[in-house]
Structure formats: structure tokens, C-alpha cells
């Protein structure tokens, strides 16, 4: 697809956690982009949060692996404060310029960017959004700003219906929470700071049904974009759950964002649907789906797991059944790989070359881009 990004993706060019964790790289890089496969570390000033959201019977364990075609932008300010210039600054700005954690109304970003995606990954909630790397050749252009901006402020939402939310009232409604997270990025990224961009959005929302005294985890999937969550049974070789692809036309999907016509409550897609423990939760950019068939997918994380049990991957000290005790980030690497190997080969078939052919283009090899995979494992609360 070829045209203009100020109107919408000209070219699909081409990365989290709803606490806001530190981030432990455990993996590797490569000479044409940079790769990594991430564990979480909640920071200090979580515990509070932490603490509420226990109460909830289910759980997300996770990890995440990123893969970025180019280095993302730095965030301009007043998202991110440079480093102090001058002895001469006051002092009482002199903590904020040594914080390079990125900031929005008062609170640090929440997620990680990776080129221009963004990924979140919580106990509750985990998201992977694709922004358009267009933008970058636009002086105002800042697509990583956008994607990670949306999946904060769409975290807080999630966050915030899940501890105060009771009864009757209790249902989540993930489609108003990104729609609000749309109108807070629209506001923050407005005069004077005149920032655009945009971006797909996906998330999955862990939630359970009012079915006392044995609750069931109950999944609520929201998508508007060609980014994808799929779930997997480690059991079944089909997925038990996929998104379905977004598009306006050939590589242009449902994008939010400057000048698209695209709105969460008219285009997002929200489905509800009960899970099991121990099913596997993926959202992924299209960097994975653009390079991986859907069964390529479902089979490396099958046999990622096995693989995790036999006691490949790092090491780790709890159990490992399932993939518990770390193997969410494992996974999350497996595919990674498995992607940027295809991405990174001119000379392989894969998905994206297959739906460029049927559009008439020529096109061969894997499509470089940002990969980012979120895996998330569900699991049951000790009481």
C-alpha cells in the first residue's frame, strides 16, 4: 500500500506493565536490529496496587520479547525531561532531569517501547499496540509516543475498573476504556505540544465470572488494527481464540490517531469469552503475524513449553509445569526468534509476501518490522 501517512498507514512500516515494571533483559541481539526477551519486576511503589489486585481470583504470568527494525525516537519533552545542561539549573528540577523514565500528567508511562510498538504486560491486563513508522519522517511525527501513550492510559482504565468495580456492576467495558484512552492521547499529544501519530491497538483483559465459591477465568479480547491476540491450549494444536484482522485496504489497517477516521467505539471489536488455567494468552504486532503462519505460532508455543519443562530456557527455582516459574518469558522469546528469522531473511515465504502477491505486487522474503510478543499464562490464586 502506497500514499500519504498524514491520511492513513501509507506504508506498514513499522514496540508495559499495567504496574509499571522494571524491565530484565535475559537474552540476546542481532546485527540487523536489536532483540531482547524481558521478565518483570515490579517496582516499589506498586505494592499498594499489587496488594488490590491480588484480590482478584486469576492472575496473568508473564513475560515479553521485543525485536526492534530501527532505534525508536526519543520521547520529546514534556513527556521526557533532558539530562541537566548546567550547574546553574535549579535544584529543585535537578531530580526530574536524572529520571529518563518517560511521564505523562504526573505519572510514568506505563509499558515499554519498542522502535515504534508498545507492550504492556500485567496480572491483569496485557496489550501490544503497532505504531505507524511513517510518522518518523514527519517533523511533528511520533508514532512510538502514540502507541505507548494509548496502552498507558488504557491500562489505567483496566486498572482502575478492576479495583473498583463490584456486584452488578462489575462487568469490564474495554472498548470505553481504550475510547477514553484515545481522547487522553488526543489531549496530550495537542497544542502546544502538537505530536502525531497512530497506531493499532490490541489488549486482553483478565477478568472471572460472578460464580461463587469456584469462579472461571473470563477473557476479554478488544482489537481494532492488524495487531493479534491468539489463545492457545497447550493440548490442541488450533487455537481456541484469534482476533480478526482490521484493514481499510491491503496494509492499511483500522489505525487510531491524526486524520483517521477510526474510533474504538465505532471500529474496536471486543469479544468475551471463558478461558481455562494454564491456557496461553499471546497479543502480538504484526511484526509476528506479517512472518509467522497462525500454526507456525500455535506449535512454537507448544513446543517452547515442553521444551520449558524439560528445563531448557534460565534457570528458575519454582515449578515448571505449564510453563509456570518463567516460561512466559521463554516462550515469548521462542517466538520472537522464530519471527525475526523470517523477517530477516530476503529469501523466505511468508504470510505477508503470500497477501502481497494476491494483491498483484511483487514480493519475496520476510517483512522486517518491529516484533513484539507478549505471553501471558493463566493462573489461579492461592488463598
Known sequence: MHGQATSLRALHTFRGAILGPRVLPFSRHSSSGSATAYAIEAEPEDAILDAKLSKTPFYFETGYALFAKRPSRPFPPPFLSPPSGSFSDPLSTHHRSRDRRPHVNGEVIRGLTNGDDAVLAGENF???????????????????????????????????????????????????????????????????????????????????????????????????????????????????YRTAEQWHWFDCPRQLGTNSPDTPLANAVTDKFEIQENDVVLAMSDGVVDNLWEHEVVQNVIDSIKKWENGDGADSENKRAHGAGGGMHFVASEVMIAARDVATDPFAESPFMERAIDEGLAMEGGKLDDISVVAALCRRRKT
Open 126 to 240: 496485557i496489550g501490544a499496540n503497532d505504531g505507524v513508522g511513517q510518522w518518523s519522517s514527519k517533523p511533528k511525527g511520533h508514532a512510538a509516543l502514540w502507541s505507548r501513550l494509548i496502552l498507558h492510559f488504557w491500562a489505567l482504565e483496566a486498572e482502575r475498573a478492576l479495583l473498583n468495580k463490584t456486584g452488578e456492576d462489575a462487568s469490564p467495558d474495554p472498548t470505553a476504556y481504550l475510547q477514553r484512552a484515545y481522547e487522553k492521547t488526543v489531549d496530550a499529544t495537542a497544542p502546544p505540544v502538537s505530536l502525531q501519530g497512530t497506531t493499532t491497538a490490541c489488549g486482553a483483559l483478565l477478568h472471572f465470572t460472578d460464580t461463587k465459591p469456584n469462579p472461571r477465568p473470563l477473557l476479554y479480547v478488544t482489537n481494532l488494527g492488524d495487531s493479534k491476540v491468539l489463545v492457545v491450549r497447550p493440548s490442541q494444536i488450533e487455537p481456541i
